[in-house]
């Protein structure tokens, strides 16, 4: 019995949550095939991304909203996140029926908090 564990997030990309489902033996993940789809989708999105980005110019980059304070209207549309976002979605129903997820919140079998962390407070600094 394999038992991966983690208490970030656990992905910098899509290949390595591919990774731990591979690790777990989990079928979906066997599919080679499928992984090279995965990565055809999503180096094909990046590609389309940097060519809109360099056809954009200054007045499109994305980086130009951090100094104008707002999105920028100019800028290409992003392709690589849709695609990302619909692969983490299918390999999270994936690993759905074996994964077990703890919160803050999470009890043990009698009603009792089972991580004992503090409660999360945001603070804002003006």
């Given at each position: 019995s394999t038992v991966i564990m983690t208490a970030t997030p656990i992905t910098t990309k899509p290949?390595?949550?591919w990774n731990m489902g591979l690790l777990l033996g989990l079928p979906q993940f066997k599919d080679t095939a499928q992984l090279?789809?995965?990565?055809?989708e999503l180096s094909a999105a990046q590609r389309r991304d940097r060519k809109a980005q360099r056809e954009a110019g200054v007045e499109g980059s994305i980086l130009r909203a951090v100094f104008v304070g707002n999105q920028n209207p100019e800028a290409a549309q992003e392709e690589y996140l849709p695609v990302m976002k619909t692969?983490?979605?299918?390999?999270?129903?994936?690993?759905?029926p074996v994964v077990i997820l703890r919160t803050v919140d999470s009890t043990d079998n009698m009603g009792n908090k089972i991580l004992g962390l503090p409660p999360y407070h945001d603070h804002s600094l003006k």
């Open positions: 290949a390595d949550l090279k789809t995965m990565n055809r692969w983490m979605g299918r390999m999270r129903e994936w690993f759905a």
